[in-house]
């Protein structure tokens, strides 16, 4: 007997807890990412190259 309420008590109240997750207004929106002011990486390099020859960069 204990068994059983222990199992129907614990699966109850997760069940609670995905239906309470699942109600959220803010689940699946997150706010975008600022945009980097310098490139990092190979674009770093390639716009850095590009500026000593004069040439027009990619963005």
Same mark, same amino acid.
């Given at each position: 007997?204990?068994?059983? $309420?222990?199992?129907?008590?614990s #699966?109850?109240?997760?069940?609670?807890? $995905?239906?309470?997750?699942t &109600? &959220?207004?803010?689940?699946? &929106?997150?706010? +975008?990412?600022? +945009?980097?002011?310098?490139?990092?990486? $190979?674009?770093?390099?390639?716009? @850095? #190259?590009?500026? &000593? @020859?004069?040439? +027009?960069?990619?963005?």
């Amino acid at each position: 007997m204990i068994d059983n $309420f222990s199992i129907a008590l614990s #699966h109850g109240l997760l069940l609670l807890a $995905f239906w309470l997750l699942t &109600r &959220r207004e803010d689940l699946d &929106r997150e706010p +975008p990412p600022e +945009p980097d002011a310098e490139p990092q990486g $190979f674009g770093a390099a390639r716009r @850095k #190259h590009a500026n &000593r @020859k004069g040439a +027009p960069t990619d963005a």
